[in-house]
């Protein structure tokens, strides 16, 4: 699902995103992934979101690029939760984001971040020098 954001909220930061992302995954039992989409201001222009399962969810590298692309996107933060209740990323987060990375970076597309959330921890890619 693609939705355009009304009032572009600025993005600038893991504080100001994890505020942003966070009611995304209020009460969710299954896992789902938000892409945000920013300008070179870093405000969010549009929100994507993807479903998965109780225990998974997949990074659509093709979709995110093609949006992208698209939308004209600066840059792009992910966000996705773990309803486990582990705020660790797997090994298929960092595989998947790293994916992602390279192929965001072909065409001059900034990944910002992603953030994992499990209740109310989050864990950015970024402060882990993951990204």
């Not at 995954?25 to 299954?30: D, Q, Y």
């Not at 995110?64 to 486990?84: F, K, V």
């Not at 960092?94 to 499990?118: G, N, P, Q």
């Amino acid at each position: 699902m693609l939705q355009r954001a009304e009032t572009p909220v600025a993005l600038n930061g893991v504080e100001a995103s994890r505020s942003f992302f966070a009611p995304c995954f209020a009460r969710s039992t299954t896992e789902s992934l938000w892409v945000a989409h920013l300008d070179d201001e870093a405000r969010c222009i549009h929100l994507a979101s993807y479903d998965g399962n109780a225990d998974a969810v997949d990074i659509p590298v093709r979709a995110i690029i093609g949006d992208a692309i698209r939308l004209d996107s600066a840059g792009i933060i992910l966000a996705h939760n773990h309803p486990s209740g582990r705020v660790t990323p797997s090994r298929s987060d960092k595989v998947a984001t790293r994916a992602l990375a390279i192929a965001a970076e072909a065409i001059d597309l900034t990944l910002l971040d992603h953030l994992v959330f499990a209740g109310d921890d989050c864990a950015s890619f970024r402060r882990l020098g993951l990204l």
